[in-house]
């Protein structure tokens, strides 16, 4: 709209301008041709006013402007000026032409002066326009930077600490696999002693719990490399949900799928590790939110240019900008039972993929876990 009204306004501004300067060659000249038997000096010190609309012109159409006024202002002075030259001396009549040439050069200057400032104006405009373009370009590297110098020294640490874990979890799964084959045999044997009974029966809880954990710790030191296989968003986001819709029910939420055109879009993953990407992003959603009965957990669909993916969005309270910036690091968890890996696993796994994933705060307070693949 701004640009239509612009795009009036230049030219009724410029067909303003043309009648301001038509009206004052006019006044001037016309002064001139009525006041015909007025004296010489009179005509010549009039002749100063065509100043006024060369310049006018000038500064309003540039060179253009100038010149045309100038030779429009000697074509219709001319008779004057030529009539005054047998009552004029020497001098006048060199004086009158000299005032007329500088009439014309006046125009031309100040038209060429005028035209040199807007260049320079244009100039300057498109130099910061291009600094302005060029700093956001560097903000951007920069943001992109930070990212990349996080991620190097996250996979340093992870790298690190794999491989420890992949040792400890080792050195320790032996032992534990004695206790509990020792366990079940005193169970089978102390089958009569109810106190002995209960404690092998606890002691065989543990270790499972043990064992678990240590596979955990194991998936997370040494992934297993993703098997790549074309599937469909939509296919892949059904199939997880499903998987999770006992424990959704069970917490009465609602999982509610937004993928519109995104389930179309075919992507090349290990499909059993990206059904586990899903299942750890919505346990986590349903944690957020394990007392709000009755809402809803979102899977949104995501198409970008060269990416397609999900975003899980929960309805909770949200976390603090230090604690998302933390949730990927391995054993850093805000669950009082958490072991801190499922995110870490998560992490790995897409990465693995060449994908990315983020964790940002809704504006309703919830937290939304978006992953993007590429297509």
């Avoid at 032409?97 to 100040?110: H, K, R």
């Avoid at 669909?301 to 909770?316: C, K, L, T």
């Avoid at 900008?321 to 072991?339: A, Q, R, V």
Wanted: aromatic share 6%; hydrophobic share 45%; net charge neutral.
């Amino acid at each position: 709209m701004l640009k239509r009204l612009r795009q009036v306004r230049v030219p009724l501004r410029a067909i303003l301008d043309m009648l301001i300067i038509t009206g004052l060659i006019i006044i001037l000249t016309v002064i001139h041709y009525t006041r015909y038997n007025y004296s010489v000096d009179y005509h010549l010190l009039l002749q100063f006013g065509y100043y006024i609309p060369v310049i006018y012109a000038a500064i309003r159409f540039g060179p253009p402007g100038g010149i045309g006024s100038g030779l429009i202002i000697t074509a219709l002075y001319l008779l004057v000026m030529t009539d005054f030259q047998m009552l004029m001396g020497k001098e006048a009549k060199y004086t009158q032409w000299i005032e007329i040439a500088l009439i014309n050069g006046f125009g031309w200057f100040t038209g060429f002066l005028v035209q040199q400032e807007r260049k320079a104006n244009r100039n300057l405009i498109i130099a910061l326009e291009t600094k302005e373009d060029l700093l956001k370009k560097l903000e951007v590297e920069g943001q992109e930077r930070l990212r990349l110098e996080a991620e190097v020294r996250r996979n340093e640490r992870l790298t690190a600490l794999g491989q420890l874990t992949a040792g400890l979890a080792h050195e320790i799964r032996n032992p534990l696999g004695i206790i509990r084959v020792t366990t079940q045999l005193l169970a089978k044997e102390k089958t009569e002693d109810l106190v002995v009974s209960e404690y092998c029966r606890v002691l065989q809880e543990e270790t499972n719990r043990l064992n678990r954990l240590l596979t955990n710790f194991l998936n997370f030191a040494r992934p297993k490399a993703p098997e790549g296989q074309l599937i469909s968003l939509g296919t892949l986001v059904q199939e997880s949900a499903e998987l999770a819709k006992p424990m959704l029910e069970e917490a009465g939420l609602v999982l509610e799928l937004r993928l519109s055109e995104a389930a179309n879009i075919t992507v090349k993953v290990d499909r059993d590790q990206m059904k586990q990407v899903i299942l750890n992003l919505l346990i986590n959603a349903l944690d957020a939110q394990k007392d709000l009965r009755g809402k809803s957990i979102i899977i949104e669909g995501i198409q970008q240019p060269g990416w397609a993916g999900f975003a899980i969005i929960d309805q909770g309270l949200g976390i603090s900008s230090e604690t998302i910036s933390n949730m990927f690091n391995p054993f850093f968890t805000t669950k009082e039972t958490g072991t801190g890996l499922g995110l870490s696993i998560v992490y790995r796994i897409v990465e693995q993929h060449q994908g990315r994933i983020t964790l940002s705060n809704t504006s309703s307070g919830g937290v939304r876990a978006e992953v993007l693949l590429p297509q």
